[in-house]
């Protein structure tokens, strides 16, 4: 051959994407793959001053030395359907060889369902310990199969599930400390489509692709990798109590790496057999990496009057530890694939109000802001991220001493996000995303 053959298939783009706890996750509930929303108490006010409230047991993701001000063993559960909405805006996109992609727009809707769960016990006036199951990172990117952009990914997704143990520890009447301990498993997969019309005529020209019958979009096949991994980290939490009237919030959550190992396959059409001869395209095991970034929040909470009470959160999230990401395979021919990411530090501010219309009834109302850590000139159609408003509102409904219920709803939209990607082998992505996504969630709260 006269020239090697590159192939789209970098998991290294896509496992920068997904997540799941036994459904899918969204892509725009928090800025890049991030899930900062765990609630519905917390998706009400736009996650503002989850780290400092403590009302309920989500705190054990949100700060675990808020676990201190829960005076009775407690189960929440939370479930949230997502509509999530993506419109992608064709700007010329090119095949490998330059030539205008057939194919449909990059538009679509998708409809998920995402639990969680989370437990507290006291075990004496100092010392209270609780669990959590949620989803803290990931997201799921599906495509429709023949769009424009096909040759760069049609389905990207990271499934994970993050089992949190935590304690807390009073140490003042004022003052609580807390830890926990993240087992995480994470489920990595992706798909392309393979042009290999235009890939043959790269590699030994187009006389001879022509006798085997291939042309530019007129043979494509398919890549897909799946990979699996468990990995841990931790997390720690302080928290100040002022006589129950102000709270303020210090949260940390390590990042976690995760070192995939799984199967690559290649769907490769019968007239193109013939660049399989010497090894390239043969289904393999593959392995990559990916860690999870840490993240800071402060936050606080204060009851102004009998009926309102203000929140306030301020996140930090440590995106630039994904400066690359890199595909590895065992068979000697196949040829790593990697991609520059170059991923910034972002931050995410939101503001909230919970309004005591009476002892059974409280309103709540929030917005936010998530800034995106990938800038233009690395944004992929895996993840075609960009700066995230969110509005939300909601109600929590008391029903006896011991079950109450929360609603939350909010909408998020992205500003537009351009993305001209060139990848060898792709061709260029040239255009730009749309993307909004609705999210209707309910908790269900037992204390005994």
Request: hydrophobic share 40%.
């Amino acid at each position: 051959m006269a020239h090697p053959i590159y192939v789209r298939g970098s998991a290294a783009i896509g496992i920068a994407i997904v997540l799941f706890v036994s459904a899918q996750s969204s892509p725009a509930r928090a800025a890049a793959f991030a899930n900062g929303i765990q609630s519905a108490s917390a998706g009400s006010v736009a996650a503002a001053g989850a780290t400092a409230i403590a009302d309920d047991a989500s705190t054990v993701y949100y700060n675990p030395a808020g676990i201190s001000l829960l005076n009775r063993p407690e189960l929440l559960s939370n479930t949230a359907i997502l509509d999530i909405s993506t419109r992608f805006r064709n700007g010329g996109t090119l095949d490998p060889l330059g030539n205008p992609v057939r194919g449909s727009p990059g538009s679509k809707d998708q409809y998920i369902v995402l639990p969680s769960l989370f437990a507290a016990l006291p075990v004496s006036d100092r010392v209270h310990l609780g669990i959590g199951i949620f989803s803290p990172y990931g997201q799921v990117n599906t495509l429709p199969g023949d769009w424009v952009g096909r040759y760069h990914v049609q389905r990207t997704a990271l499934k994970t599930v993050d089992i949190d143990t935590a304690m807390s520890l009073k140490l003042t009447s004022a003052i609580s400390v807390g830890a926990g301990i993240d087992a995480q498993r994470a489920h990595y997969s992706r798909g392309n489509a393979l042009d290999f019309g235009s890939l043959c005529i790269i590699s030994i020209g187009p006389v001879s692709c022509g006798q085997l019958g291939l042309s530019p979009q007129g043979a494509d096949g398919s890549f897909n990798v799946d990979s699996v991994n468990w990995s841990a980290g931790f997390n720690l939490g302080l928290l100040y109590n002022d006589e129950d009237v102000t709270h303020f919030g210090l949260s940390y959550r390590s990042a976690i790496r995760h070192d995939f190992a799984g199967s690559a396959n290649f769907n490769v059409p019968p007239a193109a057999v013939p660049l399989t001869l010497g090894g390239l395209f043969k289904n393999t095991s593959a392995s990559s990496s990916l860690t999870m970034p840490d993240t800071l929040s402060i936050g606080a909470d204060r009851i102004i009057s009998d009926h309102i009470t203000l929140l306030g959160d301020i996140d930090w999230t440590g995106w630039s530890r994904l400066k690359q990401l890199s595909l590895t395979f065992s068979n000697p021919v196949q040829p790593a694939q990697s991609q520059q990411l170059n991923w910034k530090d972002s931050w995410r501010v939101s503001l909230g109000m919970i309004y005591r219309l009476d002892d059974s009834l409280d309103l709540r109302t929030g917005i936010g802001w998530d800034e995106t850590p990938i800038s233009s000139s690395f944004r992929t159609a895996d993840l075609p991220d960009s700066d995230l408003i969110l509005t939300a509102f909601g109600a929590s409904y008391r029903l006896n001493d011991m079950m109450s219920a929360t609603i939350g709803y909010f909408h998020g939209f992205s500003t537009r996000a351009s993305v001209g990607l060139a990848v060898p082998g792709s061709g260029l992505l040239l255009g730009s995303f749309q993307n909004h996504t609705n999210e209707v969630s309910l908790d269900l709260r037992a204390q005994f």
